[in-house]
Each structure stands twice: as C-alpha cells, then as structure tokens.
C-alpha cells in the first residue's frame, strides 16, 4: 500500500514538473526541425540557412538526421511533439530497465509498481524533463548507443558498433563512443562504428550533395547557430570557462581542459576494458564535458553513471547528484544580478561530470549481468 501511495504521488509530482517545464520550452527545438525540414522537403530551400523566425537557431544535425526526420515535412507540429515526448518516454524506460534492474532486484522492488516508480524517478530528472519539453533527441540516440554497448560490444556480436556509427551519423556527439571503442581496443566494433557512421553520411551526401557540402564545410563550423557559449544551461567545460572573465586565453584553457579530461578518462576505461556498463557510464560523462555545448538536456548521457553509483557502492554519489540535477538549483543563477557562489551554483552539472568522472565505480559488474540483460532483450 505504501508503495502504491509512493508512485501515485511521484506521478503526480512528475507530471507537474513536465507540465510546468513544457509551459517554459513549448516543444522550441521541435518546432526548429519541423520548420527546417518542411523548408527543405517541401518548400525546396537548403535546409542550413532556415532560421526559426524571430531567432538565431537553424538546423544544426547533419544531413543524415534530416533524412530520418524527414517525416516531419508530412506531420503537424502538433503530432512531432507528440510522438517526440511519447518516443522520450519510451527510451527512458527502456534505458532504466535495462541498468537499474539489479537496484530494483536488491530492494526487492522488481514488479510493475517498483518499475513504474523507476520510470518515474527517470522521467523526473530534469534533462529528461528538459529532453521532452524542447522535443529533443537525446534519450533516442542515449537508448541506440546503450542497446549497441551492452547487447553488441559486451557480448562480442558481429553487429557490434552499428549502434554507435548510426548515433554518429545523427549527432556528433555519441562520436566520444567510437573513442571507447579504440581504447579498449575493440577492433572489430571499432571498424563496424566508423563503417555505419561513413556509410550513413555517404548515403546522405549521395541523395542531398548541396546539403552535405554546406554542413561540412559551414554549418557545423558556425557555433551562433547552437546559441551563446556562455549561456547557463551550456554545462560543459567550454560553457564554464565561457562564464568567467578569461577573454582571449579561453579557448586555450578549454583545448588544456578537453585534454587533461581525456586522459583521465583513457585512464580509467583502460583500466577495466572488460566492464562495457561501466564504460558506457564514464564515456557519457566524458561526451558531456568535452563538448563545447552541452545544454541541459544533453546530460541524459550522465543517467549511467548515476545508477553505476548507486548500484555499487557510491550511493551518496549518485542520489545527490540525481537530487541536485533534478532540484532546477543550477537556474538560480540565470539572470544578473546573480547570487552569491555563482561559480558553484552555475556549474552544478560540471562539477558533478567531474566528480563522476573520478569516482564512478569500475570493473565490479558482473559479466553475468549483461547475459542476463542480453537474455531479457531476447
């Protein structure tokens, strides 16, 4: 009955959430595609000069992602952002089933309602809030790149990294994976990834030449189209040292920052090449904090981590960060004049990346663990 009463109220409690945070994003970055695309398939225009009107923001993906959202042209907004939130909440659950099944295990929770509270508790965080409001992607290709860790990489499948490349060719960012792949010296996984990611590009450019050639030598060089560096929900390294009174040698400290993180990271995956979960985990956060923009709503790529410390050993870790990341804090610090601890308080996911990327446990799964998720998804 406790358990009953518990999920009604975080039900409730996430709806409201989702509610308020959609009042405040009203499905933005869905209705930039939708406006790109039917632009592109429907008026005849190049997709990389439409701009949203009244903004700055234009399709930033490459001609891959317009390909798969190429249905938008034919859609309603009204339906995009339906079957986009439907979509987030579908991968989200997907996600939390397959790596927080041996949390819910261990508290004896692993029925509907435990699950429905799982779901909950992922649907509440706020990238994910922020993730279905904007109308984003990232859950989707969050969910491509884990199935493509634990059910190929992990078991050693001939298909493994087709995951990955198929990310890559949507988003560059999951190209950090592909990174994983070389360091732990996964050489078939590694050819299948680049394969898939220069197979989908090529096919791409083969189909819309005009687009590929505008978005590989312009739009993806031109960092206004994204938004200013500096803005608050940018919480990578690049978007703090954007924040501080650096000037000219920001570039310089971010390019010693990305450098510094990857060693660290390479370190530590080195160390425990065999342990895939814990690998999808910490490259998640490395995508997070080397990425020159990293909104908030990117930081679902931190949603391994934060079950990896929970589930072994590091629980104060992950429940703070998940309390802190879902608290909407970091927003106190959005406008001038700001609060006292800004450079706390308005990098709250930075230092929380870092702290995950020193401190998230590795090399303790059990490899029965993955053939049991190997046997569920069968």
């Given amino acids: 009955m406790k358990r009953i009463v518990t999920l009604c109220v975080l039900a409730s409690i996430t709806v409201g959430a989702i509610v308020l945070t959609g009042l405040r994003n009203e499905y933005f970055d869905s209705k930039v595609y939708h406006g790109a695309i039917q632009y592109w398939f429907r008026d005849g225009g190049m997709v990389y000069d ?46 939390v089933w397959w790596l927080a099944r041996p949390i819910l295990d261990r508290l004896g929770w692993n029925d509907r309602i435990g699950w429905a509270i799982a779901i909950c508790l992922g649907l509440l965080f706020e990238p994910v809030r922020e993730t279905i409001t904007f109308g984003q992607v990232n859950t989707l290709l969050l969910a491509l790149v884990t199935a493509d860790m634990l059910f190929g990489v992990a078991r050693g499948r001939k298909w ?39 197979g989908a590009t090529l096919l791409a450019g083969a189909l819309f030449p005009d687009e590929s050639r505008e978005f590989w030598t312009s739009a993806l060089w031109d960092t206004n189209r994204v938004g200013l560096l500096h803005y608050l929900s940018n919480q990578s390294e690049r978007g703090m040292l954007a924040r501080l009174p650096l000037d000219v040698v920001e570039s310089k400290i971010w390019l010693a920052c990305v ?27 490395l995508g997070c904090l ?89």
Avoid: Q
């Avoid at 234009?58 to 001609?63: A, D, E, K, R, S």
């Avoid at 859609?75 to 952002?81: F, M, S």
């Avoid at 230092?351 to 990327?357: I, K, Q, R, T, V």
């Fill in 160 to 198: 493994a990294g087709v995951g990955i490349g198929i990310a890559v060719a949507i988003k560059l960012t999951p190209g950090v994976f592909i990174l994983y792949l070389l360091v732990t010296r996964r050489w078939r996984a590694l050819l299948t990834s680049i394969g898939s990611a220069a």
């Fill in 259 to 285: 450098l510094v993180t990857l060693a660290v990271w390479a370190w530590r995956v080195g160390r425990a090449p065999s342990d895939v979960v814990g690998g999808l985990a910490l490259t998640g956060v």
């Fill in 50 to 95: 439409f701009l949203r009107p009244g903004t700055p923001y234009g399709f930033t993906y490459p001609p891959f992602a317009g390909l798969v959202m190429s249905p938008m042209a034919y859609l309603p907004i009204l339906l995009v952002a339906i079957v986009a939130s439907l979509a987030t909440i579908a991968t989200t659950a997907l996600i």
């Fill in 290 to 378: 080397i990425s020159p923009v990293t909104w908030i709503h990117h930081c679902v790529w931190l949603i391994p981590a934060l079950i990896r410390c929970v589930e072994l050993g590091r629980p104060y870790l992950g429940i703070s960060g998940y309390v802190v990341m879902t608290s909407h804090l970091t927003w106190w610090w959005e406008k001038r004049p700001r609060p006292p601890l800004e450079l706390i308080g308005g990098n709250i996911y930075v230092w929380f990346s870092l702290a995950l990327l020193f401190w998230t446990p590795l090399g303790t799964r059990r490899s029965s663990d993955v053939h049991e998720l190997d046997k569920i998804i069968a």
